[in-house]
């Protein structure tokens, strides 16, 4: 079965510093996909980054990374230059390729994340 | 463009009362799902769609029920609603699953209230 765990339930970082938010995972599905999304306090949910299971480079997209390390089945997101506009639950999500998981995607419990000024 | 409307916005049911929350989608996407919010739990998923006339159990459907008689939209039913059914509840819709770098759109949420 699917589960995505989420260690850290809240995390303060320095304005201007980089963190790291931490995702583990567990599949049995060779093909699957691995997704962050930020949620302010303001409750929409914001897709960050995206990462595939055959992808060789770990993914990026602005002051976003994505440490994927297959082996350990982990995709920790890295944000680097933290501003105060950071301060937001995030969650990591996972969807499952043509496996019993039947592509439906599921979600961790999120890390709550502050940025102090 | 709208997106993902999901409707009511609130709501504030009596123990026993029935309601259907609305998702409307104009992505023309295959995929959409119904998620509730709570406290140190995340995202959990109530029930899912592959397309059109389709509906599938996900990690926690007991109380709900879900149609999708037509692709744009994804109804989620309580017949007679319970305090623990107190929660935000999100609606997303996606491409089809095949395309696996595909993210879901989500809907503003629906926070309901059961007294």
């Known amino acids: 079965a699917q ?9 303060f970082v320095q304005e201007k510093e980089a963190v790291t938010l931490d995702c583990t995972y567990d599949t049995s599905d060779p093909s699957y996909g691995l997704f962050w999304y930020k949620q302010p306090s303001s409750g929409e ?3 960050l980054i995206y990462q595939g ?5 770990n993914a990026t997209e602005g002051r976003y990374s994505l440490n994927f390390q ?11 230059a933290s501003q105060l506009g950071d301060s937001a639950m995030y969650f990591c999500a996972m969807r499952e390729g043509r496996g019993t998981g039947g592509f439906k995607t599921i979600f961790g419990a999120g890390t709550r994340l502050f940025v102090k000024a | ?18 309601m259907t929350l609305l998702c409307a989608q104009d992505m023309n996407h295959e995929y959409m799902y119904w998620y509730r919010q709570d406290p140190g739990m995340g995202l959990r998923l109530i029930h899912y769609s592959v397309g059109e006339g389709t509906t599938a159990k996900g990690e926690v459907p007991d109380g ?4 999708r008689l037509k692709k744009q939209n994804f109804l989620l ?17 996606s491409y089809s699953g095949a395309r696996m770098n595909t993210e879901a759109f989500f809907g503003q949420g629906t926070r309901l209230t059961v007294v």
Do not use: H, W
């Open chain 2, 64 to 67: 709900y029920n879900v149609s």
């Open chain 2, 1 to 18: 463009n709208a997106g993902v409307t999901q409707t009511p916005k609130f709501r504030v049911l009596k123990t026993g009362q029935s």
């Open chain 1, 70 to 80: 297959k082996a350990r089945k982990s995709a920790n997101l890295v944000i680097s």
């Open chain 2, 77 to 93: 039913g309580l017949e007679s609603a319970a305090p623990s059914q107190t929660s935000v509840y999100f609606c997303a819709s």
């Open chain 1, 45 to 47: 949910m914001i897709f």
């Open chain 1, 53 to 57: 299971s055959y992808d060789q480079q």
């Open chain 1, 3 to 11: 589960k995505i765990t989420q260690t850290q339930p809240g995390m």
